[in-house]
């Protein structure tokens, strides 16, 4: 209660003093040149005035100073007067390299590098040390240099929709404010509450429909001071609280972040010899995650709710783990599971099917099978060595399995050799896995399986006096994790294979897709699809296998390999309009009379009708 009367001051002048001279700087920008106009990748229809971030900054200023030098003389807290000395002259900085990028549109390289000092010089003057790991100064200097960027450009990212950009750095703000009123440190909750009152003031002016936009001036404000802040409310931590306070801080913003990165990057590779295509990974593109909800058809209000339900509930988990670091553990967990299915299931369509096309044009190359031979194998030793530490470490609640590191390399052979002898006897790392079968992964886990009972064999004779019970839950947690990695490296290809089948191109200048049918769903239909799913995957996104065609009774309404037997001939044409199907195979042999049914019917619903045969002939 004693410090209601700060938390009131700080917060009010940062919202009277936005609130003051944005519609100033309104009318003021055009003058300036500080005019956004709406191009291919805007939401926006009409020119906006653009840099309103300045205002933020100096909302956030003002009340610093009212709060070091009027309501608070003897401010008490981590972000004491030296950080915000520091934090001023740094952020001015970023502040003069937003306003020149946002009236003349520099080169990514150089805002990096006006972030990165800004960045150092914030280091140096604040006189901040990070205690992570017992960094020394080097790298605990590499280390806020990474922080900083991350965070800042993670929130230049996402200024995409009106109200945005803003509202989620105002939830991430009261997300570190609650913490620090938590940990007993008001005079730290007070700079929060410094910049919740600027996001919320400038808010009312950019929400939808926006009379001002906050432009990198702004977004690399907000990120700047909440990555700054952010570090010393889990700096002093684990790297585990670490990395929950980035995504506690910029959740959002760093899931779309990151989806840029992987997907630019993918791209980058795959077009690298198209001397037609120029793909910059730091360039822009109309695919973050505001543009795709957009394209959903929902409304950009709609939109910009949605994404602070979602850092809403980020947050949320964040002040629960750091208050509650033992209970939130295990919702963490769950949220985990359910974000991660969420975001393959509706999110990362683009990500994963680019990184099909990677999969599908690299496994192809020769260079890549005998490279995948030796990633294997040395793969496989690292695993599996590092299981006998896990598995030892939970068959023993938690106690260190070994007394030494030279103990856990002296016992190795023992577990490890007798598994590899067995991989090796099975071929195991003489396969293209690209093309493997059923059958190559159950001589795979059977090789793992025998391996470690001979294993188990060795060490119950060289320790006979151990507990052998103990040892044996090691080696079965040792056979569940090794059989999740080995087999788990040797999937990917499959499993980005079968997302090419089941999900259409996502990028909207892909044709659309043509659903087909199989006509006979026998053996010859069946090396149809093996021919089809792995000699063309770069191509899986142009057609739609829906099923296959058979007139024989026994095979309706039955699957086979892995598709339905939708019907016989006389179901053709109803098939054909559900389905909305264009093109159909011919598998096999088939009678006049049905095929003449076959070439009526695509005239008629002008669908194309091909025919493929695996057959061998004879040439001498």
């Keep these: 209660m004693q410090h209601l009367i700060k938390y009131i001051g700080v917060f009010s002048v940062s919202l009277l003093t936005v609130l003051i001279f944005t519609p100033l700087f309104i009318k003021f920008a055009p003058t300036l040149g500080l005019i956004d106009h709406p191009n291919k990748r805007c939401v ?7 840099a309103g971030g300045a205002i933020v900054f100096l909302g956030f200023h003002v009340a610093c100073f009212t709060l070091y030098h009027y309501l608070w003389p003897q401010f008490a807290g981590q972000l004491n007067l030296d950080w915000w000395h520091a934090f001023m002259l740094a952020s001015s900085c970023l502040l003069g390299i937003g306003l020149i990028d946002d009236r003349f549109n520099i080169s990514p390289i150089i805002k990096l590098a006006g972030q990165s000092f800004a960045a150092l010089l914030l280091y140096f003057l604040s006189g901040y040390q990070v205690n992570l790991l017992g960094l020394n100064f080097f790298w605990g200097m590499i280390f806020v240099l990474l922080w900083n960027l991350s965070i800042i450009n993670a929130f230049n990212l996402i200024d995409g929709l009106d109200g945005l950009c803003s509202g989620l750095a105002l939830i991430s703000g009261i997300g570190l404010t609650v913490v620090f009123i938590f940990r007993g440190s008001p005079g730290d909750a007070l700079i929060c509450l410094a910049l919740i009152g600027s996001c919320l003031g400038f808010l009312h002016y950019n929400f939808f429909p926006a ?3 906050l432009g990198d001036t702004g977004s690399m404000f907000l990120g700047f001071s909440l990555a700054s802040i952010s570090l010393h409310a889990g700096g002093k931590g684990s790297f585990l609280v670490l990395v929950a306070a980035l995504f506690f801080v910029a959740g959002v913003p760093v899931i779309d972040t990151l989806l840029a990165i992987w997907r630019r990057s993918i791209r980058k590779i795959l077009e690298k010899n198209n001397t037609e295509i120029s793909i910059n990974v730091m360039g822009a593109d109309r695919e973050h995650l505001h543009h795709r909800l957009l394209d959903s058809g929902l409304k950009q209000s709609h939109v910009t709710y ?17 208050v509650y670091r033992e209970l939130a553990t295990g919702m963490l967990l769950i949220m985990l599971i359910i974000a991660s299915y969420l975001l393959v299931r509706h999110i990362l369509k683009i990500e994963l099917w680019e990184t099909s096309r990677l999969f599908a044009k690299n496994f192809e190359h020769p260079i890549f099978t005998d490279f995948s031979l030796a990633l294997y194998l040395l793969f496989d030793l690292a695993w599996m060595a590092c299981m006998v530490w896990v598995s030892g470490t939970i068959a023993l609640s938690g106690e260190q399995p070994f007394s030494s590191f030279a103990e856990w390399i002296k016992i190795l052979p023992f577990w490890l050799f007798p598994i590899f002898v067995l991989m090796f006897a099975s071929n195991a790392y003489f396969k293209v896995w690209r093309n493997s079968s059923f059958k190559d992964y159950f001589f795979l886990i059977l090789a793992v399986i025998i391996g ?8 119950l004779m060289r320790s006979p006096n151990g507990n052998s019970f103990i040892t044996v839950n090691q080696i079965l947690l040792f056979d569940f994790f090794t059989l999740l990695g080995i087999s788990g490296i040797r999937t990917p290809y499959h499993l980005f294979r079968e997302w090419c089948i089941y999900n259409p191109n996502p990028n909207n200048n892909a044709p659309p897709r043509r659903n087909v049918l199989v006509y006979g769903a026998g053996q010859h239909g069946g090396l149809y699809l093996r021919n089809h799913y792995l000699n063309y995957a770069d191509r899986l996104g142009e057609s739609f296998i829906a099923g296959f065609i058979d007139d024989n009774p026994v095979l309706q309404d039955k699957y086979t390999f892995g598709l339905p037997v939708l019907g016989g001939i006389t179901e053709l044409e109803k098939i054909v309009l559900n389905l909305n199907i264009s093109e159909i195979i011919l598998s096999t042999s088939i009678s006049n009379e049905n095929l003449n049914l076959l070439l009526q019917l695509s005239n008629k619903h002008n669908i194309t009708l091909l025919e493929w045969k695996a057959y061998t002939l004879r040439l001498n």
């Design 306 to 322: 949605i994404l602070y339900s979602v850092n809403i509930v980020i947050v949320a988990l964040g002040i629960m783990y750091f």
């Design 211 to 213: 009379k001002i936009f």
């Design 452 to 459: 470690s009972l001979f294993s188990l064999a060795f060490i």
């Design 44 to 50: 926006h229809t009409k020119p906006t005035p653009l």
